[in-house]
């Protein structure tokens, strides 16, 4: 019995692995929020970090349930000075001392592979935060339709459910 469950477990997991490897595709009509570190240094790249969560999860807030696109549009642009304060409020908080810029509209996306997936570079429509000089590695996701949480909440389910199957078994 413990065998055929391991075999199993080995087969979602192989399974999942040549999932994840297929192509996917961001919505044609999708908010993109992309955050620029000052620099590589570990201090750039850990204030970038802490501020993509906090602008991000400000945006959900804002946003809502909303599933019209135009609509999210119109509620990011008619809060771009609230998001300028929220941003520079925070900043202040961290003691980061550079200045900041925050654009909203079409920005361009360098080509980008992440977890072997190829995203194209080209003209997104994106919220764009860019951090001192904007020379840093950048963090990016879509904030509609909301897919910055996904792997997030997929790999935490992911892990939930194989751990719940080795306890039962093992």
């Known amino acids: 019995m413990k065998k055929i469950l391991i075999l199993l477990i080995l087969s979602y997991l192989l399974f999942i692995s040549n999932v994840k490897s297929k ?36 945006i959900t807030e804002l946003i809502g349930n909303t599933k019209d696109i135009n609509k999210a549009k119109k509620i990011i642009k008619d809060n771009i000075n609230y998001l300028n304060n929220y941003i520079n409020d925070y900043l202040e908080k961290e003691n980061y001392n550079l200045n900041y810029t925050i654009i909203y509209g079409e920005n361009y996306f360098p080509n980008k592979i992440y977890n072997g997936i190829t995203y194209n570079e080209g003209l997104y429509e994106s919220l ?8 840093g590695k950048n963090w990016w996701c879509v904030l509609f339709p909301p897919l910055c949480l996904i792997e997030e909440e997929d790999n935490n389910n992911y892990k939930f459910f194989v751990k719940e199957l080795l306890d039962k078994y093992f």
């Open 23 to 58: 192509e996917i595709t961001i919505p044609k009509e999708a908010i993109r929020l992309r955050v620029i570190a000052n620099s590589n240094s570990e201090y750039d790249q850990q204030i970038k970090m802490k501020l993509s969560v906090k602008i991000n999860k400000k």
């Open 128 to 135: 764009v935060i860019t951090l001192g000089k904007g020379n």
